[in-house]
């Protein structure tokens, strides 16, 4: 059982993971954002696929000015802020609050394919921790916890300060959304780092404003996104379930 004596960029002890932000914690990290995590992320581009289908992203400068976009009106008032709150939530083992941003996330997905991704990644992703016996205490965890809830969770388990969740997290899906436009673009893989060493400031940035929001300013702003997922539904051919 974890305590409550925490600070919010303070992960908790636990046996065997040393110290907050040490060596153990970083290890613990590149673990969670690893393309071999085996949950499964590689099967969705979170309406990506559908935004080259319909012709919004032709290139690898239309592919950059796309993910950034994202990056800023999606990943910094959501899902990075919302791990913030729930790696707090899980700190102080308080399970309304943990319930309560899971459900209100579960709300802000605005098609079933970018539902069924958090639903699946999240199951995928507590069976992951089970098998590795580190998941937290059953009555903490909501009815159907979401990729981002149980993420929030192994972070804190591993003792990585919350920043470092957040810069992790947004490492991870900007790698995703290279790997899809690898397959999908076609974009080559020296024009991918072109566009990482492009993006990499911005993903500082968006980490800075996710934990500068307050609960009233949290919330994607991306109805093309939206627009994009919905009709990734009906696409006649397709690689992704996103």
Request: with cysteine.
């Amino acid at each position: 059982m974890l305590t409550a004596t925490n600070t919010p960029t303070e992960p908790v002890a636990m046996a065997g993971e040393g110290e907050p932000g040490g060596d153990l914690a970083l290890l613990g990290l590149m673990q969670l954002v690893s393309p071999a995590l085996p949950i499964g992320a590689f099967a969705w581009s979170q309406g990506l696929e559908s935004a080259f289908e319909l012709g919004w992203v032709n290139n690898e400068a239309e592919l950059a000015r796309w993910i950034e976009g994202v990056l800023e009106d999606g990943l910094s008032r959501c899902e990075l802020p919302l791990l913030a709150r729930l790696q707090t939530a899980w700190a102080n083992d308080d399970g309304a609050a943990i319930a309560h941003w899971n459900q209100w996330l579960h709300a802000t997905r605005e098609t079933a394919e970018l539902s069924d991704e958090d639903t699946r990644l999240g199951g995928a992703l507590k069976t992951l921790l089970g098998n590795l016996n580190l998941l937290p205490e059953q009555t903490l965890i909501p009815a159907e916890p979401g990729y981002i809830t149980l993420f929030a969770w192994a972070a804190q388990v591993r003792r990585v300060p919350v920043r470092q969740t957040l810069l992790g997290f947004a490492w991870a899906w900007l790698e995703n959304q290279l790997a899809v436009a690898c397959k999908a673009l076609p974009l080559g893989h020296t024009a991918a780092q072109r566009i990482i060493e492009q993006l990499r400031p911005a993903l500082v940035i968006a980490t800075d404003q996710a934990l500068a929001r307050q609960d009233h300013e949290l919330g994607p702003i991306l109805p093309g996104l939206a627009l994009g997922s919905a009709l990734h539904e009906t696409q006649y051919s397709r690689l992704f379930r996103s």
